[in-house]
């Protein structure tokens, strides 16, 4: 797994986390316990920081992009971010599912326990209220979600973080080494001769 360091920063990643090999990390990240990020995700924090709270899940192919120093991006806990989403600078509380192909801008705020529904839009600047249920492009909601819906997405969110727990263990060997952007180049050159 590549963990780059970036203008000084590295990911830091918490030892009770689970982070995929098969994933890239660059910058000033912040990934804690519990955590877990699944393999082809693509985690740059060049910008601003990228920080993915207690027990969230961010599944395969996932892109958390800073593109500014002005678009950090805070995935609250037990939050799911389902196969191919791309955020590129957003505020997320707890318990927030985002769906498959669902695109996030900039300067978004999105409120507890938010679903956001398949291959939807959430443009810049946009705050969505806790516990609504909203799809299209640009997002609109369509209803609003119950706590006991609320607490689904927690023990969701649950499950993903102890089912890799309890495999880390026997996983080939998932130890992350840390490469500076001038490493990453030398290895790149390399393999181009």
């Known amino acids: 797994m590549p963990i780059i360091e970036y203008n000084g920063k590295k990911p830091k990643i918490s030892e009770n986390a689970y982070v995929s090999p098969n994933s890239v990390l660059i910058g000033d990240i912040e990934v804690q316990d519990n955590a877990v990020i699944w393999p082809g995700s693509y985690i740059r924090a060049e910008n601003a920081q990228i920080r993915i709270g207690q027990y969230s899940t961010i599944f395969n192919n996932v892109a958390l992009i800073t593109r500014t120093h002005q678009s950090p991006i805070n995935i609250g806990n037990f939050c799911i971010i389902e196969t191919g989403v791309l955020i590129f600078g ?48 640009p997002v609109e909601k369509i209803r609003e979600q119950s706590r006991n819906d609320l607490l689904k997405v927690k023990e969701r969110a649950e499950h993903y973080s102890q089912m890799f727990i309890k495999i880390k263990n026997q996983l080939p060997n998932i130890q992350s080494y840390v490469l500076t952007l001038s490493d990453l180049m030398k290895l790149l050159i390399d393999k181009i001769k």
């Open 90 to 137: 957003c505020f997320f509380e707890d318990y927030i599912q985002v769906l498959a192909g669902t695109i996030i801008y900039e300067g978004a705020s999105i409120g507890e326990g938010v679903i956001i529904l398949e291959k939807s839009q959430v443009p810049s600047g946009l705050t969505i209220q806790e516990r609504a249920i909203m799809k299209g492009i």
